[in-house]
């Protein structure tokens, strides 16, 4: 029998989604990260404002990026960091979500950064255990640290979000990036726009503030900023697009489509890419692409978000 975790005496704190952040949340997280920027430039790279705290990444679906930077993050600033593979998990022997996280949470950790392919898992974890949570994504749901950390690049570029043009292009129906930034530009006042195929833009998608268009060209007109995601095709259930190669004709990111949208326009993908298939290697690889910045900004995002929310100098909840 293992006895029941004491109750905390506030309630954790999690990151779930960009819903329900207000603006002014999101600049806190967003200016801490500015100054994780500085840190992690640094030859001396850590902090210990999470010394002596436990932070668990339990990533049910498969990722690189996401998991480094979370595992990077929480090292840089002096927590003990460990990472459940699911390969290697009770999952595979039927164990259910809750009783992973219960199991877990006995472990006393102070922070479980989840990834799960249903929409809602995350929230539904958080529910069940003592400690803090953050999202590292829930199926097509939410993203928050990607929406927070593509939002630090522009602002870091732009000097701002608030009457940008930002054209979210390709795979919207599948795309929790999508809708994390969404929202998160729309926050911040951003004029958003998707650009899709009908096949792959979600029901409802003209009720979250964004225009829609089904033609690049018109898309990136006057944008100044061009968010690119990938193909998901892993999660697609039969023919979204005709074929790969009429996919790129149409909706990828070649210097032709490119050429609509303002001279000075940031070309972003949160990465893996598809090259060939959402966005050109030349493009990809261009001098309007910020892609492997927004790698580096990942890491600094995340040290703000684990810090706000368990840090020694977190304020209150
Ligand atoms: C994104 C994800 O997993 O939602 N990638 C990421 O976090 N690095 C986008 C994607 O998989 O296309």
Same mark, same amino acid.
């Given at each position: 029998?293992?006895?029941?975790?004491?109750?905390?005496? %506030?309630?954790?704190?999690?990151?779930?989604?960009?819903?329900?952040?207000?603006?002014?949340?999101?600049?806190?997280?967003?200016?801490?990260?500015?100054?994780?920027?500085?840190?992690?430039?640094?030859?001396?790279?850590?902090?210990?404002?999470?010394?002596?705290?436990? +932070?668990?990444?339990?990533?049910?679906?498969?990722? %690189?990026?996401?998991?480094?930077?979370?595992?990077?993050?929480?090292?840089?600033?002096?927590?003990?960091?460990?990472?459940?593979?699911?390969?290697?998990?009770?999952?595979?022997?039927?164990? %259910?979500?809750?009783?992973?996280?219960?199991?877990?949470?006995?472990?006393?950790?102070?922070?479980? &950064?989840?990834?799960?392919?249903?929409?809602?898992?995350?929230?539904?974890?958080? +529910?069940?255990?003592?400690?803090?949570?953050?999202?590292?994504?829930?199926? =097509?749901?939410?993203?928050?640290?990607?929406?927070?950390?593509?939002?630090?690049?522009?602002? *870091?570029?732009?000097?701002?979000?608030?009457?940008?043009? &930002?054209?979210?292009?390709?795979? &919207?129906?599948?795309?929790?990036?999508?809708?994390?930034?969404?929202?998160?530009?729309? =926050?911040?006042?951003?004029?958003?726009? &998707?650009?899709?195929?009908? %096949?792959?833009?979600?029901?409802?998608?003209?009720?979250?503030?964004?225009?829609?268009?089904?033609?690049?060209?018109?898309?990136?007109?006057?944008?100044?900023?061009?968010?690119?995601?990938?193909?998901?095709?892993?999660?697609?259930?039969?023919?979204?697009?005709?074929?790969?190669?009429?996919?790129? *004709?149409?909706?990828?990111?070649?210097?032709?489509?490119?050429?609509?949208?303002?001279?000075?326009?940031?070309?972003?993908?949160?990465?893996?890419?598809? *090259?060939?298939?959402?966005?050109?290697?030349?493009?990809?690889?261009?001098?309007?692409?910020?892609?492997?910045?927004?790698?580096?900004?990942?890491?600094?995002?995340?040290?703000?978000?684990?810090?706000?929310?368990?840090?020694?100098?977190?304020?209150?909840?």
């Amino acid at each position: 029998m293992i006895a029941p975790a004491p109750r905390p005496e %506030t309630p954790p704190r999690h990151l779930l989604g960009i819903a329900g952040l207000s603006p002014v949340e999101i600049g806190e997280f967003l200016d801490l990260a500015e100054a994780e920027v500085a840190v992690s430039r640094q030859t001396e790279k850590k902090k210990s404002v999470l010394k002596g705290r436990t +932070q668990i990444n339990l990533f049910f679906e498969a990722s %690189t990026r996401t998991q480094a930077s979370f595992e990077l993050a929480g090292k840089r600033l002096g927590a003990d960091v460990m990472n459940m593979s699911v390969a290697s998990s009770s999952v595979k022997k039927g164990e %259910t979500l809750i009783d992973t996280a219960m199991t877990l949470n006995a472990m006393q950790p102070d922070l479980l &950064v989840v990834r799960h392919h249903s929409a809602g898992a995350v929230a539904l974890l958080a +529910q069940k255990v003592a400690c803090s949570v953050v999202n590292a994504g829930d199926g =097509a749901h939410e993203h928050p640290t990607q929406a927070l950390l593509d939002a630090l690049t522009i602002r *870091r570029r732009k000097g701002r979000i608030a009457r940008l043009v &930002v054209a979210i292009c390709g795979d &919207v129906l599948h795309s929790r990036v999508a809708r994390s930034n969404i929202l998160l530009l729309n =926050a911040l006042g951003a004029e958003v726009r &998707v650009v899709a195929p009908s %096949t792959l833009l979600p029901s409802g998608i003209d009720k979250m503030g964004v225009t829609v268009f089904r033609r690049m060209e018109d898309g990136l007109k006057g944008a100044d900023v061009v968010m690119m995601l990938r193909l998901q095709r892993e999660r697609m259930e039969g023919a979204f697009v005709p074929s790969v190669r009429e996919y790129f *004709r149409y909706f990828g990111l070649d210097a032709q489509k490119l050429a609509h949208a303002r001279p000075d326009a940031l070309v972003m993908h949160p990465g893996p890419m598809n *090259r060939g298939v959402e966005i050109a290697s030349e493009i990809a690889d261009g001098p309007a692409s910020v892609i492997e910045e927004q790698v580096e900004m990942g890491v600094a995002v995340r040290m703000a978000v684990l810090e706000k929310l368990i840090g020694a100098s977190g304020d209150p909840a």
